[in-house]
């Protein structure tokens, strides 16, 4: 071999061996954020898996803080788990742990799961001229049979006052019945500042009933209808316990609101005691709609020990949400949701704890309990990219699904290995 030929073969093998290197190195690790709320115990974790179920980064996460992840290596279809345990009362009024976990399959780089803290009510004073006498107030956001405030009525100045507890800049609604009228009209404040609570009753709009708006059948249903205003919403009527609705029902509401209603419709269902919706239909509309629809989504759940086999028939879901729960016995309790797309969850390796918590998991997976599981299979109407659903789900926006116009089935099973 000649001077040439040696010099021509270590450049190659030197080229190769750089770009084998770059192969290696050829992905950009991810980086994922926890921004926790408040919590006393020191058993929250932040931790990723892979496909395999296996532990490949882990961080305990401190109360309010903002937490950061990331792996040391490549990990190809990152799952992203967040644990808080918490302590629930029971039935007979002694305290149990709960292991709250959420995992979400294949997580998008950069997610950041946000903990927002609800809004602080704000006693507002209600204002109501032309009222001399009062049948009846009713604030639906706080019952729809009797108003639990202080109600004041001046009879000299024919003035009605109460207050209402609405956090600043949200819509607030109620029904007054007064001066001898056979029926009720309603006030409106589409956003609460101090402007917003003086009326003259006799220009009060009078509620009309909707419908009948049919449902897809004729089991017990509850539903809520919600006006909305530009930065919340307000109760306008619901079903109750234990009247729930069949076949049909006609909300008691505005003849219209500038924006528009959120209609949410659950049929009620129980599995081995645990309570959970078959169907759901949540959607915000211009105008309430003639029926409610429910999806023919046919899908089973099977298991064997940790491994979890989804199969779908027919048009598959926009996403799936497994809810594991064990919540009878001396404890501890499970709630574990778990995010993914059908295909995330045709051979799913349920991912593992750390390990200082590898004896509850094994319990709680163990034969011999109570575990149940939810599995909903969610389509939306606009079809948004699984990517845009688990953002959503992680910036905690809470009227993202109704805007996007959700469709839900949920089937309940037995979760034993």
């Known amino acids: 071999m000649n001077r040439l030929s040696l010099l021509l073969i270590l450049a190659i093998g030197l080229w190769s061996g750089c770009n084998k290197d770059d192969d290696d190195q050829d992905c950009t690790l991810p980086v994922y954020t926890w921004n926790t709320p408040t919590f006393e115990s020191q058993g929250n974790w932040f931790w990723l898996t892979d496909a395999g179920g296996e532990i490949r980064a882990r961080t305990m996460a401190e109360s309010q803080s903002s937490v950061l992840l990331q792996p040391e290596s490549c990990t190809e279809q990152p799952n992203l788990n967040f644990l808080q345990i918490t302590s629930t009362a029971a039935a007979d009024n002694t305290a149990r742990t709960v292991f709250n976990l959420t995992t979400l399959l294949n997580a998008p780089d950069g997610l950041v799961w946000d903990t927002l803290p609800a809004p602080a009510p704000v006693e507002w004073e209600v204002a109501v001229n032309g009222v001399s006498s009062l049948e009846t107030l009713l604030w639906p956001a706080e019952s729809k049979e009797i108003f639990g405030g202080d109600i004041f009525i001046d009879p000299a100045a024919d003035l009605l006052s109460f207050a209402l507890q609405v956090p600043e800049g949200a819509p607030a609604y109620a029904t007054i019945q007064a001066n001898g009228e056979g029926t009720p009209r309603y006030l409106w404040a589409a956003s609460a500042n101090d402007d917003a609570f003086t009326f003259e009753y006799n220009t009060l709009p009078i509620p009309v009933e909707a419908g009948p708006i049919s449902l897809p059948n004729t089991r017990s249903w509850r539903y809520r209808v919600f006006g909305q205003g530009p930065d919340g919403e307000a109760v306008l009527d619901y079903s109750s316990m234990p009247d729930l609705v ?69 048009d598959a879901p926009a996403v799936y949400v497994l809810q594991i729960t064990d919540y009878r016995g001396e404890g501890p309790w499970l709630r574990w949701t778990i995010y993914g797309t059908p295909e995330m969850f045709e051979n799913l390796v ?10 509850n998991r094994s319990a709680l997976l163990g034969s011999g309990r109570q575990t149940l599981a939810l599995l909903s299979a969610r389509f939306y109407d606009t079809r948004p990219a699984y990517g845009q659903i688990i953002e959503a789900q992680a910036q905690q926006l809470p009227h993202w699904e109704a805007e996007q116009g959700l469709l839900e089935r949920t089937r309940a099973f037995l979760f034993q290995p």
Not at 351 to 358: I, R
């Open 350 to 359: 349920l991912p593992q704890w750390p390990e200082v918590f590898a004896n």
């Open 246 to 314: 069949s076949g049909s029902f006609a909300p008691l509401v505005p003849a219209s609101l500038p924006g528009g209603f959120r209609l949410l419709a659950q049929e009620e269902n129980t599995f081995e005691g645990l309570p959970f919706s078959a169907n759901r239909y949540n959607k915000i509309v211009g105008a309430l709609p003639g029926s409610i629809p429910a999806t023919g989504a046919q899908f089973n759940l099977e298991r064997a020990a940790d491994t979890l086999r989804v199969s779908t028939t027919g």
